[in-house]
């Protein structure tokens, strides 16, 4: 008898098994002729802001939407908002992509950066923004009133927020007499030293390293690589790996490498030298004069967005020169409108002019901003290494 | 009274009958029992291993980094000609079988003094402290090996107290076995108890009568019938750490990517999710032959 209830389970659980798998199967077809015929719309975003719908769903950098100033949001429009903080550019693109994409029905707004955006719009996880209903976009500074990586064909997907440079920061304590130029991080003399972010968009420092360094390669924007030049920044990288302690995956973790000196130089965010000179580790922050890569991060607004009316109330609100001037010191970056200069320097004496905000649109030619890398780069001939092909050699790299 | 009675009888009439039915039918009781866990199993476990299976045949889209569903074996061949996940796939097999050998070295005098030789209360008090780490989150204890390894942590603070140089094990691979073989000891402890405490003590005292001495009876006696006890235990050691992620992104350094790790940032980064379905299929499958072998050896008589 017992051989007869082995016999039920084993043919009961193969034939649900087979069910199983049919639902699969059927799940997946299903979506594909969905994601097929919902390509074609081309609109430039709402005509205008209704009421709003009384919640907003954020995925967020830690303290983008800070109660400091988002309390008085949430009190004007009647939007409460339900943040979800994300740790990497990666997070916020998989959160995105869950339940289906376009923010799954659930996120409103994602707070993505340059290495991030492209990758959302070109997957179809965004909805066209119409700029004209965010007044303060037209005082933006001009480069990030329709930057390439928020703008594709003259459509915009979102509105910028705030940016800041990649930095090279050392201990001031252990590396003497300091360093000026990024050169350092491809210094034998720091083996073991050194820290980078664990990010294949890291492979851009390399090829900006070179684009200065090695002029014969004829690099012109770190992010457009052709294969011959991508094969010498990866070289480049299997070199300057040897003397890497640690990739860092969430900028804490850099942030406690540097705090409990088990790294004495390398690449991290402005916000962690403040955290850092916070807690009293002796560090310091260098731009080198050839510039540096950076981020810019932009409010995005998600295909399937439920409170499109309060993610444009948001976007409003976040842009205005007061918004802008209290996040900005909050996280330690830099606002794109400058009209927040003087209400940097109310907050904190002097912050304008610390965070860069006063500098002449020339400056901006020495910060090379994320963006995904795709393959039609611009040079006509389509030959530029993508996305895919950056975290493949990631991979090699760091593996 | 009457009229309970008379409101109950025709109730445990249905009753009696159905247990009738029932008790013809066997099956039918086995099966209404089963149900609920044998469709959970069916639809969580098989299901999603079948998913995964599925998508590693599938390939990405490079432009839009959409999942195109059609058929071929190209994340394979990249599997196998590309060195480097070969490289990843040795060094993953190659801790977790560091990190369960040191387990079993760790575990096995510790469960032989609790099954074999403590005092009740020892005993007691050294299961709690054995599962005591299990109270608080895992992340918590790794965070806290961090600290431990630092350059400026509580290791070279006591070494240089000592007069001895720095350790230097942050963000290394010895710093990765160290925390792995720390976190997955309960479950090597346990199961390797469980075996111990059930050889009877008449076959130690018949080894001993018969002449062998102690060495000759741990080989002979005592560690055959330990053994299924460190199989199941290596088992759950050896599949921890193979499927890990979390330990070596916060403990590892430069040289430390884990199979997990490669699927982390594959999922996550280039949204290629064929690709790390392809290498998740790697651990199910060391993991299937892993439990061949270890069904051999009498594992599963010893959970």
């Known amino acids: 008898m ?254 406690a490498a540097f705090a409990n000196g088990d790294v004495s130089l390398g690449a991290i965010w402005p916000v962690d030298t403040l955290a850092l000179q916070d807690k009293k580790v002796p560090v310091k922050e260098v731009i080198p004069a050839d510039g540096a890569t950076g981020w810019a991060d932009t409010w995005m607004l998600a295909k399937k967005a439920p409170h499109p009316n309060c993610a444009y109330l948001w976007m409003k609100y976040v842009s205005t020169p007061q918004v802008q001037a209290q996040q900005a010191l909050i996280f330690g970056e830099t606002p794109v409108n400058p009209k927040a200069c003087t209400f940097m320097d109310k907050i904190q004496a002097g912050s304008c002019a610390k965070y860069h905000l006063n500098e002449p649109l020339s400056y901006y030619d020495t910060i090379k901003f994320w963006k995904t890398p795709i393959a039609d780069c611009g040079n006509g001939s389509n030959d530029c290494m993508d996305y895919n092909a950056w975290q493949k050699a990631w991979t090699e790299i760091t593996g | 009274m009457a009229e309970i009675a008379e409101a109950g009888s025709p109730l445990r009439g249905a009753r009696l009958s159905i247990s009738a039915f029932l008790w013809q039918r066997p099956w039918l009781k086995v099966a209404a029992l089963l149900a609920l866990p044998v469709l959970a199993f069916a639809v969580v476990y098989l299901g999603s291993l079948a998913a995964l299976f599925v998508s590693s045949f599938w390939s990405v889209d490079s432009f839009t980094g959409k999942v195109v569903h059609s058929w071929s074996f190209g994340n394979f061949s990249t599997l196998i000609h590309d060195p480097i996940y070969r490289k990843i796939a040795f060094r993953t097999i190659w801790i977790a079988a560091a990190v369960t050998v040191t387990d079993a070295i760790l575990a096995f005098p510790l469960a032989y003094f609790m099954a074999r030789l403590a005092t009740p209360r020892t005993r007691a008090l050294l299961f709690v402290l054995v599962l005591l780490p299990l109270w608080s989150s895992y992340l918590v204890r790794i965070y806290a090996w961090r600290l431990i390894l630092a350059k400026q942590g509580a290791l070279n603070w006591a070494l240089n107290g000592l007069g001895l140089p720095d350790a230097n094990l942050a963000y290394t691979n010895t710093a990765m076995w160290i925390v792995f073989s720390y976190v997955w000891l309960p479950f090597m402890v346990l199961p390797v108890y469980a075996a111990l405490e059930r050889i009877p003590q008449s076959y130690l005292e018949a080894s001993q009568d018969l002449g062998a001495r102690t060495w000759r009876t741990f080989r002979t006696v005592i560690l055959p019938l330990a053994l299924p006890g460190l199989v199941a235990g290596s088992i759950f050691t050896f599949s921890l750490t193979l499927g890990d992620f979390i330990t070596p992104a916060l403990v590892g350094g430069a040289d430390s990517q884990f199979i997990g790790n490669v699927v982390h940032n594959y999922v996550g980064i280039s949204n290629n999710v064929p690709l790390a379905a392809a290498f998740a299929t790697l651990p199910v499958i060391v993991m299937a032959v892993y439990l061949v072998v270890a069904k051999r050896l009498g594992a599963f008589e010893a959970l």
């Open chain 1, 2 to 255: 017992s051989k007869r209830f082995k016999h039920v389970l084993v043919y009961g659980a193969a034939s649900l098994l087979v069910v199983v798998l049919a639902f699969a199967a059927a799940a997946c077809g299903g979506s594909d002729s969905e994601s097929s015929g919902s390509t074609t719309t081309t609109t430039s975003g709402q005509a205008s802001i209704g009421p709003g719908e009384g919640k907003l769903n954020l995925i967020e950098w830690p303290y983008y939407s800070d109660p400091a100033f988002a309390k008085k949001f949430e009190n004007q429009t009647g939007c409460i908002i339900h943040r979800k903080d994300a740790g990497s550019s990666n997070e916020m693109v998989s959160l995105m992509r869950a339940g289906g994409g376009g923010g799954g029905g659930q996120w409103d707004l994602v707070s993505a950066s340059g290495d991030a955006s492209l990758r959302l719009i070109k997957g179809g996880d965004l909805q066209p923004v119409n700029v004209n209903l965010i007044p303060e976009w037209k005082n933006f500074i001009p480069i990030f009133k329709s930057p390439a990586h928020n703008t594709v064909d003259g459509v915009h997907y979102g509105t910028s927020l705030q940016w800041g440079p990649n930095v090279l920061l050392y201990r001031t304590d252990k590396v003497k007499p300091g360093v000026s130029e990024w050169s350092a991080l491809y210094d034998p003399k720091y083996k073991g030293q050194i820290t980078v972010p664990n990010n294949p968009i890291q492979i851009a420092d390399a090829a900006f390293y070179l684009m200065h360094s090695k002029p014969e390669l004829g690099i012109k924007d770190p992010y457009e690589l052709n294969k011959e030049q991508f094969d010498a920044t990866v070289n480049l990288l299997k070199d300057q790996k040897k003397l890497v302690k640690l990739y860092w995956n969430y900028d804490t973790d850099g942030r």
